[in-house]
């Protein structure tokens, strides 16, 4: 299973992006997809989960109101959508997958996901 998240950048505080992760070669097969970032110097945090076949989602409160999270089954892809970027939101953003279906508590929990994409780099600039 490859993961690959796209649509990291640079923006100025206040903008948006929009991070795209797709599951190579066959429809999303996972039960769950989560949004991770981590900066340097800091503890990985997960800001936004789902569960695929049903609509439970997580969003972290550090990116409530500002974050959302979605998944689009035709074109395979689960999209972060950021709005009103922070400084603090500058990390590398990953998205993971998971094979079974976890509960929603564990939904912020890395050790749900079995499948890890590579980082996009999001720098908001002040």
């Known amino acids: 299973v490859q993961l690959q998240a796209s649509g990291g950048g640079l923006v100025q505080a206040g903008g948006s992006l929009r991070l795209s992760c797709a599951q190579s070669g066959r429809t999303f097969g996972s039960y769950a997809v989560g949004w991770f970032r981590q900066a340097p110097g800091k503890e990985r945090e997960c800001v936004a989960a789902i569960r695929l076949r049903d609509p439970s989602t997580y969003v972290a409160d550090s990116v409530k109101g500002r974050f959302t999270i979605s998944y689009d089954k035709d074109k395979n892809t689960v999209y972060l959508q950021m709005n009103s970027l922070k400084p603090e939101d500058t990390a590398a953003y990953y998205c993971?997958?998971?094979?079974?279906?976890?509960?929603?508590?564990?939904?912020?929990?890395?050790?749900?996901?079995?499948?890890w994409g590579q980082g996009t780099q999001v720098t908001v600039s002040s």
């Open positions: 993971a997958a998971s094979k079974s279906r976890p509960i929603v508590s564990m939904l912020p929990n890395p050790d749900a996901y079995d499948y």
